[in-house]
């Protein structure tokens, strides 16, 4: 499985982004997909995690500002992060997990400042 994912940027204090992960490989569904994010000098975290039938999990920091979602007929997940914060700039890396397999996309760049 490759990830690859897109769709950070630059966005003021209170503004939205959309990220998305692009998985290859066959399976889609059966993996538990999840974003990740590190600021710099600090461990990554987990931010919202969606299983394949849609169950989800979200760190508290985000809840009621980002979403997660999934398309399995694009294999593609999305974060729809709204409201984001200072505290939200960080790299986010899509993860990719089904039993012993764990696959990691690239990061994208979230940068949240005025």
């Known amino acids: 499985v490759q990830l690859q994912a897109s769709g950070g940027g630059l966005v003021q204090p209170g503004g939205s982004l959309r990220l998305s992960c692009a998985a290859s490989g066959t399976g889609f569904m059966s993996y538990i997909m999840s974003w990740y994010r590190q600021a710099p000098g600090k461990q990554r975290e987990l931010v919202a995690s969606?299983?394949?039938?849609?169950?989800?999990y979200y760190d508290d920091s985000v809840k009621g500002r980002f979403t997660i979602s999934r398309d399995n007929a694009k294999n593609t997940m999305y974060l729809q992060m709204n409201s984001l914060k200072p505290e939200d700039t960080a790299v986010y890396y899509c993860?990719?997990?089904?039993?012993?397999?764990?696959?990691w996309g690239q990061g994208t760049l979230v940068t949240v400042s005025s």
């Open positions: 993860n990719s997990m089904r039993s012993s397999e764990l696959y």
């Open positions: 969606i299983a394949g039938a849609g169950r989800t």
